[in-house]
């Protein structure tokens, strides 16, 4: 079978849910199936594990067996399959939040400036506007919001401008058509950096990917029994944020809440109060781990 995806922080990550043989699971993340094969490992005949995944590639690596559920499906409506399959409470839950390398070298896709092609970005191709809908139709001020708040890119005002000028005389319709309205803007020395950062804002409108994975983290809370676990990797500032703030205070600002005694109010406990990150071995074999942040809290 081709490589689809190599799992980051395999062990690390598994190791995390502390996996009971006769659980129920959920990987949230299914991809290329690398976490979910090492769960089925450590479960039982009665245990079972549930794979999520929009993505229609993701679905032909879909595995065997009477232990093993596979769900297309975005991670947002968790708790909806978990219902429809008469589950009440499940003892942990893996997400790897990365975007795999398959996609960005599926230059039919649209999510890498390293080849031309439609402008897609769709997790889900079947679903939802694509980013040259987006660039097409967004507003100005909503494309500003988009680049500055999911790229932190200092000169979102200038390229909105620039990418609603543009459309006036024709569609933005290619990456070739989008890399032409960015360049300007980008210094040489900086300029595949923030390429990364334009496209990954785009990335991130086009699937609702910030408020979907806040989602997901509250229906993982409210179905975890105690003493179930999440493990989390992330990959980016922004959603490693979430995550952050999520797990140590139970809501995404990261505000504590005290009871009259002054006791922190929060659904989980820490497992690992600093951040787990890949050994230099792993990101030799496997570049892409690089930026991999793995938290992992129990429920309380």
């Known amino acids: 079978m081709e490589t689809y995806h190599i799992p980051v922080l395999l062990h690390e990550a598994v190791d995390g849910l502390n996996i009971r043989p006769d659980g129920i699971y959920v990987d949230v993340t299914f991809g290329g199936g690398g976490h979910s094969r090492e769960i089925l490992k450590r479960l039982n005949e009665t245990g079972h594990l549930y794979g999520f995944d929009q993505d229609e590639d993701a679905e032909k690596n879909t595995l065997t067996g009477e232990q093993f559920t596979f769900v297309r499906s975005n991670f947002c409506y968790l708790s909806n399959f978990m219902d429809w ?32 092609g439609d402008l897609d970005m769709r997790m889900n191709r079947q679903a939802g506007k694509t980013a040259a809908d987006v660039l097409n139709t967004c507003p100005e001020k909503t494309l500003a919001d988009i680049f500055y708040r999911y790229g932190e890119l200092k000169s979102s005002r200038t390229i909105a401008k620039a990418i609603v000028c543009a459309r006036k005389n024709r569609n933005i319709r290619t990456v070739r058509d989008f890399l032409d309205i960015l360049k300007p803007f980008f210094s040489r020395e900086k300029e595949k950096k923030q390429m990364a950062q334009a496209f990954q804002a785009l990335r991130i409108e086009v699937n609702g990917e910030l408020e979907a994975l806040k989602e997901m983290l ?19 500032s922004l959603e490693d944020r979430l995550v952050k703030n999520f797990f140590k205070t139970g809501d995404f600002e990261g505000v504590l809440k005290k009871d009259f005694y002054g006791n922190v109010l929060t659904p989980f406990r820490l497992i690992n109060n600093k951040v787990i990150v890949p050994d230099r071995e792993e990101i030799e074999k496997n570049p892409r781990s690089r930026s991999a942040k793995l938290r992992i809290v129990e429920k309380i």
């Open 218 to 236: 509250r229906q993982a809370a409210g179905l975890l029994k105690p003493g179930g676990r999440l493990s989390v990797i992330t990959y980016h």
């Open 85 to 116: 399959n008469g589950v009440e409470k499940i003892d942990g839950l893996l997400a790897d939040l990365g975007v795999s390398w398959r996609h960005f070298d599926d230059e039919t896709r649209g999510f890498s400036f390293r080849f031309d």
